[in-house]
């Protein structure tokens, strides 16, 4: 009798769209021995591309329902994801600890009493005179910032994340294919997928990975899944200032729900996540850094170097993000709207044991 092993590398799993999502789940199929293909035009401009990895797990303040699961699982899975990725890059981590802070008492509060009431090691709350935002309270001119650190939770650099993926399909010899696909139908027990020059990829279960564009495949099979586009935009600032040095601040914090990652003494990333419009706007520079009341100095006279964004998929009418058996062999991994970077481990999970429930 062949082994479980043997029978999964005859099955065929076409995954459509190369986004974390899309990579994770191929990573987790391709090791379990499917025959994985990716299918994406333009793997380098999607909303993966554009995050900032931060992965906000042990401080989401909801501590029950499906949301809390995912990120549970993610918690857990992403250490035994990371050494296994280390084989292929041993630089790849996750930098810890996290910072979230506020300015606002009524925030503040709530930050407390969720610290207090979860009773958990790696969550702190952080006064105003806490030595870990003493650097940031003395950069930023305030005197009145404060807020929770957690000390499980962090930042992997999604482009090393993304490229390391990328190195283990490669070594898995996970076939790509550069297309965009049209349209999907099934036919005598298989899948066709077809690509916009009209060739035809059999297969015997189908992912979607595709963000938004998930619904022009499914439409025609009628699923009613809805979904809103969501703007991310992110900037790297270039400051011309020798009293500040940014390397002393935090490694990743967020005040006021703009996310700040430090990446040299003089450059940092702001980035913002949850705007609804799908066009970038002018004022960028001012949208993203207006956290605080007042500026300081060095930030207001700060020039932007870099500027890039993202459309995310929000489900419209259910909660994010959305994993589904659609039919038989057809499943949709979309709507991850935020925390994608986080989420991944447990969608691939999920998606590992629905295949492996369809296949067996
Ligand atoms: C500025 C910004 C900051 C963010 N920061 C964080 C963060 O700190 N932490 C975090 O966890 N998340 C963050 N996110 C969210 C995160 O980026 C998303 O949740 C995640 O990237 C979603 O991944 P995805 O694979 O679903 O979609 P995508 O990365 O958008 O990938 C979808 C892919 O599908 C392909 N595709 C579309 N249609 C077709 C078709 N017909 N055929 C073939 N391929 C197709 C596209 O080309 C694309 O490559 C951030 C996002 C942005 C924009």
Not at 256 to 261: D, E, L
């Amino acid at each position: 009798m062949k082994s479980l092993k043997e029978n999964f590398q005859k099955a065929q799993v076409v995954i459509i769209g190369s986004g974390i999502i899309g990579k994770f789940n191929a990573l987790e199929l391709s090791e379990l021995g499917f025959q994985v293909t990716i299918i994406d035009p333009a793997q380098q401009q999607n909303s993966s591309n554009a995050a900032l990895g931060l992965l906000m797990g042990n401080m989401y303040q909801k501590r029950r329902g499906r949301s809390w699961d995912l990120r549970k699982q993610s918690i857990e899975l992403w250490p035994q994801w990371i050494t296994f990725l280390q084989k292929f890059n041993c630089e790849l981590n996750i930098e810890k600890p996290l910072i979230q802070l506020t300015t606002d008492e009524e925030k503040f509060k709530k930050l407390e009493k969720f610290v207090y009431e979860n009773n958990d090691q790696n969550l702190r709350i952080l006064e105003r005179d806490s030595i870990f935002i003493k650097n940031i309270n003395k950069a930023f001119q305030e005197t009145n910032i404060k807020g929770m650190i957690s000390f499980k939770d962090g930042r992997i650099n999604p482009f090393s994340l993304l490229q390391t993926l990328d190195q283990y399909l490669k070594h898995k010899k996970v076939n790509y294919l550069r297309e965009e696909i049209i349209k999907i139908r099934k036919s005598n027990n298989q899948w066709i997928s077809t690509t916009g020059n009209n060739e035809n990829i059999k297969s015997d279960m189908v992912i979607l990975c595709n963000s938004l564009k998930a619904i022009d495949l499914i439409g025609s099979l009628s699923h009613n899944i809805k979904l809103k586009p969501v703007l991310g935009q992110a900037i790297e600032i270039e400051i011309n200032d020798e009293e500040v040095d940014l390397l002393s601040l935090p490694k990743q914090f967020n005040i006021n729900g703009k996310n700040i990652i430090p990446i040299s003494n003089n450059k940092l990333i702001i980035g913002s996540t949850d705007e609804y419009s799908t066009k970038p706007e002018e004022n960028t520079f001012e949208k993203l850094t207006n956290f605080l009341d007042k500026k300081p100095n060095w930030l207001m006279k700060g020039k932007i170097s870099k500027k890039w964004f993202g459309i995310r998929s929000r489900p419209d009418g259910e909660p994010s993000p959305i994993m589904k058996n659609l039919e038989d062999g057809l499943i949709i991994c979309t709507g991850f709207y935020k925390n994608g970077i986080l989420l991944a481990p447990a969608c691939s999970k999920w998606v590992t044991n629905e295949v492996k429930n369809y296949l067996y």
